[in-house]
């Protein structure tokens, strides 16, 4: 008995310990957070699986913000349904587009998930590369546009600032 409340007061001291290096940490003064994380391969090589998020402006619930992944791609994740069921199936969504600070806009290809927590449409993966640096390379915002099939298109303005620090922060995603 007693053996086993030493296993589980030390599984508790270990999950305390770990838990706030598993948690967002937020870039004061910013809307952009970032968590630091790896994993090892089964060949023992360290793979950076580290994330960056930045919330939309004007969006005080944080339910609509960007996640970069270190080891590839972007998602979208908004409370606003983006798509079809048709669009989920097929893995498309209507036209995408973006543009740094007030530039023009570019075209940007993504497919339609549901959200993992809700179940809901809202959801996007991004798949171009220069979107992602778009991020890093833009003076203030990237703003995203989405054509939703049978509604109106819906934009999404993301603030850039310290995401350059962000980056640093999870070793520029190496």
């Known amino acids: 008995m007693k053996k086993q409340q030493n296993m589980v007061i030390g599984l508790v001291g270990l999950l305390l310990v770990a838990t706030p290096a598993l948690a967002d940490?937020?870039?004061?003064?910013?809307?952009?957070?970032?968590?630091?994380?790896?994993?090892?391969?089964?060949?023992?090589?360290?793979?950076?699986?580290?994330?960056?998020?930045?919330?939309?402006?004007?969006?005080?619930t944080g339910q609509t913000y960007m996640a970069f992944f270190c080891n590839g791609g972007a998602r979208l994740y908004t409370n606003t349904t983006l798509g079809t069921a048709a669009e989920i199936n097929s893995g498309t969504i209507g036209a995408m587009s973006y543009r740094m600070d007030s530039g023009a806009y570019k075209t940007v290809e993504g497919g339609l998930r549901l959200d993992n927590k809700t179940g809901q449409r809202s959801?996007?993966?991004?798949?171009d590369s220069q979107f992602s640096q778009a991020f890093l390379t833009a003076s203030q915002t990237v703003t995203l546009q989405v054509n939703r099939t049978g509604s109106?298109?819906?934009?999404?303005?993301?603030?850039?600032?310290?995401?350059?620090?962000?980056?640093?922060?999870?070793?520029n995603c190496d």
């Not at 959801?123 to 798949?127: D, L, R």
């Not at 109106?152 to 070793?171: E, I």
């Open 25 to 60: 940490k937020a870039v004061p003064g910013t809307r952009v957070s970032y968590k630091v994380a790896s994993e090892v391969d089964s060949e023992g090589h360290r793979h950076n699986t580290s994330m960056i998020f930045v919330d939309a402006r004007g969006d005080s």
């Open 123 to 127: 959801s996007v993966n991004i798949y």
């Open 152 to 171: 109106t298109p819906v934009s999404y303005t993301f603030p850039v600032k310290g995401l350059a620090q962000a980056y640093r922060a999870v070793n």
